[in-house]
């Protein structure tokens, strides 16, 4: 059975770092895209950042207000494991953060939910002003 564990979300100041883990078992990623996306309350779950294979090649949300300088992805094959380092945390960030694994598809402009096969239950990470 596939299974995507998510795990280092909490409650912190405006300011603050964390980060976020993404435990893979079942199955290894190593050939896999994956993938982070948050979703706050009443909004659609968007996407944060993406990382390659090798996790040479990262990729982020480009929006107002981006993550790009202040969340960094990575991953450790060895591991079958994805992180997400987030810094300079703003209330804005609050959100489940989700991790993602193996894209399916790919559509026009940022990744979208049903791009990626599997998903984890989510994390909250909660920023308080």
């Known amino acids: 059975q596939v299974q995507l564990v998510e795990s280092g979300g909490g409650l912190v100041q405006a300011g603050s770092s964390l980060r976020l883990s993404c435990a893979a078992s079942?199955?290894?990623?190593?050939?896999?895209?994956m993938a982070w996306f948050r979703q706050a309350p009443g909004k659609e779950r968007e996407f944060v950042a993406s990382?390659?294979?090798?996790?040479?090649?990262?990729?982020?949300?480009e929006v107002t207000d981006s993550v790009k300088g202040r969340f960094t992805i990575s991953r450790d094959s060895t591991k079958n494991t994805m992180y997400l380092q987030m810094s300079i945390l703003k209330p804005e960030d609050t959100a489940v953060y989700y991790c993602?694994?193996?894209?399916?598809?790919?559509?026009?402009?940022?990744?979208?939910?049903?791009?990626?096969?599997?998903w984890g239950q989510g994390t909250q990470v909660t920023v308080s002003s």
């Open positions: 993602a694994a193996e894209r399916v598809a790919y559509g026009v402009g940022s990744p979208k939910r049903y791009e990626y096969h599997y």
């Open positions: 079942g199955r290894t990623f190593s050939s896999s895209d």
């Open positions: 990382i390659r294979p090798t996790g040479r090649n990262t990729y982020y949300a």
